[in-house]
C-alpha cells in the first residue's frame, strides 16, 4: 500500500504514541494504544505491527538519553542483556510479518494475567540471583524478545518479571535496563519488516514524535518517583490491557 494515510490521523497518531511512550517506559502496553490507531486507518496487520517499531526506537532513544544524565552506569551489563532478547527478536519477527488471527487476543491476557501475578508477589526488591536463577533469567530475556518481534504489544509485561522476579532488580533498575534491552532487538525487528512486508515511514515518524515525548517523561518520573509509581502504572496498565482485549475478543 501507498506510504500515506489521510491527514487527520497523523495528529491522532502523535497523541497516542505520547500516551504509549510514557506507558512503555513505566510499564509496558503502550503499543495497545497505538496499533488499533493504525488499524482503523486500514493499514493491513503486518504493516501496522512494523510501522510501529519507528516509535519504539525513537522513545527508548529518549528514554536511554534521560536516564543517562540522571546516572544510569550499567550500559555494558544491559547490552549484554539485551543479546539473549535480539536471539530470540529474530524468530519471531520473521513471524510477526505473517501474523494474524483471533487467538492472539487471548494469549496476551494470560501472559498478561501470568506477569501481573509475578509482580505481585515480589517484594519491593529482589535477591541477587545464584548462576541457575540467571540462565532462567537470560532464558526468559530469549522469550521475551520472541514476543517483542513478533508483536510489540506487551512485552515490557514479560520483561519486568523476568528483570524483578528473576534477575532480582529493583524496578526503577528494572525499567532502565527495558529500555536498553528493548532497543537493539526493536532495530532487527523492523529491519526484518522492512525487508519481508512493508513500513509506513510517515506514519511511524508521527507516532516516534508522540512516543518520544511520552518517553522522556516517563523515564523522568521513574528516577524521581521510584517504584510506588511504577508498580501502580503497571497494574492499572495490565488491568485495562486485559479488559480490553476480552472486550474486544
Given at each position: 500500500m501507498s506510504d500515506s494515510l489521510p491527514p487527520e490521523f497523523l495528529p491522532?497518531?502523535?497523541?497516542?504514541?505520547?500516551?504509549?511512550?510514557?506507558?512503555?517506559?513505566?510499564?509496558?502496553?503502550?503499543?495497545?494504544?497505538?496499533?488499533?490507531?493504525?488499524?482503523?486507518?486500514?493499514?493491513?496487520?503486518?504493516?501496522?505491527?512494523?510501522?510501529?517499531?519507528?516509535?519504539?526506537v525513537a522513545q527508548n532513544l529518549v528514554a536511554l538519553g534521560t536516564f543517562r544524565r540522571h546516572g544510569f552506569s550499567e550500559l555494558k551489563e544491559a547490552l549484554f542483556?539485551?543479546?539473549?532478547?535480539?536471539?530470540?527478536?529474530?524468530?519471531?519477527?520473521?513471524?510477526?510479518?505473517?501474523?494474524?488471527?483471533?487467538?492472539?487476543?487471548?494469549?496476551?491476557?494470560?501472559?498478561?494475567?501470568?506477569?501481573?501475578?509475578?509482580?505481585l508477589r515480589r517484594g519491593k526488591t529482589g535477591k541477587a540471583p545464584g548462576t541457575g536463577r540467571r540462565w532462567l533469567g537470560y532464558a526468559a530475556l530469549v522469550f521475551a524478545g520472541a514476543w517483542g518481534g513478533f508483536i510489540q504489544?506487551?512485552?515490557?509485561?514479560?520483561?519486568m518479571p523476568a528483570l524483578n522476579r528473576i534477575l532480582g532488580m529493583d524496578l526503577v533498575r528494572v525499567n532502565m535496563y527495558k529500555v536498553v534491552i528493548i532497543l537493539p532487538y526493536t532495530v532487527?525487528?523492523?529491519?526484518?519488516?522492512?525487508?519481508?512486508?512493508?513500513?509506513?515511514?510517515?506514519?511511524?515518524?508521527?507516532l516516534a514524535l508522540g512516543n518520544s515525548t511520552g518517553g522522556w517523561l516517563g523515564a523522568r518520573l521513574t528516577v524521581s518517583k521510584g517504584e510506588?509509581?511504577?508498580?501502580?502504572?503497571?497494574?492499572?496498565?495490565?488491568?485495562?490491557?486485559?479488559a480490553s482485549l476480552l472486550l474486544r475478543g
Open positions: 491522532l497518531l502523535a497523541l497516542a504514541g505520547c500516551a504509549a511512550g510514557f506507558l512503555n517506559v513505566m510499564a509496558g502496553g503502550g503499543s495497545l494504544l497505538t496499533l488499533p490507531v493504525l488499524l482503523l486507518a486500514g493499514v493491513p496487520a503486518p504493516i501496522a505491527n512494523g510501522t510501529l517499531r519507528i516509535s519504539i542483556l539485551s543479546l539473549f532478547a535480539c536471539a530470540g527478536a529474530v524468530g519471531g519477527a520473521l513471524l510477526g510479518v505473517r501474523m494474524s488471527g483471533p487467538w492472539f487476543d487471548r494469549i496476551v491476557v494470560l501472559t498478561m494475567v501470568v506477569c501481573t501475578l509475578l509482580i504489544v506487551g512485552v515490557g509485561f514479560l520483561l532487527l525487528a523492523l529491519a526484518i519488516f522492512a525487508w519481508q512486508s512493508e513500513i509506513l515511514w510517515l506514519a511511524g515518524l508521527a510506588p509509581l511504577i508498580r501502580a502504572v503497571f497494574l492499572v496498565a495490565v488491568a485495562a490491557m486485559a
